[in-house]
């Protein structure tokens, strides 16, 4: 499903050209990034791949998005310049919204929930603080945070740590966090995850996005996300975002020239 049809990016000039994040976009020619129910922003370490994941999750006001720190002028001028256009239903009447459970997940979000589950003193306001971000109001909270329910998640989460590596419990904290109809930013998910979880999860957000109608952003390099995601990809290392396949990305192809260099290690 698609919910979010794409995403203007401003392309306004200022006279303080170093003024973040105007100074990220300064040399390109962005323009409108069209989304497709699984699109990935693509592009090596300061491309600008988490900055627009960010100022998309600030346009849409998604649970989780971030501002910055310092002077906030410029960064809420860039995103006011910026819009975005909503796609048609089934029906072809335009959504007018999208669901309250869509989220902007960065990979240090993931890392901080897989934390918190291995410090059990820190695991019920942890839990807590996931209801809150779900919508929960705190009278709920606090009624919840005494009630068996709430006990037998915990020793749910309790048992996932025992049987579940760091990389597992980061694939267990991410499904917990998808819900159907939904709008996904997802902020360089493969971290901490080992090139078959990486397919693995490739595999469920494939799985999420047919299954459960939820539609995916999503900021990597990681070329096994990209080889294995069913996606439309944009390549922010060019100056217009082209959209590539990703056996065309200069990342994929340095790991296939490194493996082909030394293919002879491989072979009896």
């Known amino acids: 499903m698609i919910y979010i049809n794409g995403f203007e990016i401003s392309n306004k000039k200022i006279p303080h050209s170093n003024a973040y994040p105007y100074n990220v976009f300064e040399h390109k020619e962005c323009g409108y990034i069209h989304f497709d129910s699984i699109t990935i922003l693509y592009g090596n370490n300061a491309s600008g791949k988490s900055t627009l994941l960010n100022i998309v999750a600030n346009k849409l006001k998604l649970k989780g998005s971030e501002t910055i720190r310092g ?9 006011d310049e910026c819009d975005f256009t909503f796609a048609e239903n089934e029906s072809v009447k335009s959504f007018q919204a999208i669901s309250p459970k869509s989220r902007y997940i960065k990979s240090e979000d993931i890392m901080y929930e897989v934390k918190k589950i291995q410090q059990d003193v820190v695991l019920k306001q942890g839990h807590l603080y996931q209801k809150a971000l779900e919508g929960m109001s705190q009278h709920k909270r606090e009624q919840y945070e005494n009630s068996w329910e709430c006990e037998k998640r915990l020793d ?3 048992f996932s740590l025992e049987k579940y590596s760091n990389g597992e419990a980061t694939l267990q904290v991410l499904e917990d966090s998808i819900y159907p109809d939904s709008l996904y930013l997802l902020d360089e998910p493969e971290m901490s995850l080992s090139p078959q979880n990486q397919v693995l999860l490739a595999k469920k957000i494939n799985e999420w996005s047919r299954y459960l109608s939820c539609q995916f952003i999503i900021a990597t390099h990681s070329p096994f996300l990209l080889g294995t ?6 390549n922010l290392d060019t100056k217009d975002f082209q959209v590539c396949s990703w056996s065309e990305l200069e990342n ?8 082909k260099k030394n293919e002879s290690e491989f072979t009896d």
Do not use: G, S
Request: with cysteine.
């Open 71 to 79: 002077c906030l002028k410029y960064f809420h001028q860039f995103i």
């Open 156 to 158: 749910e989460i309790r």
């Open 229 to 234: 995601l069913q996606a439309k990809i944009y």
């Open 252 to 259: 994929v192809k340095f790991f296939y020239d490194f493996f």
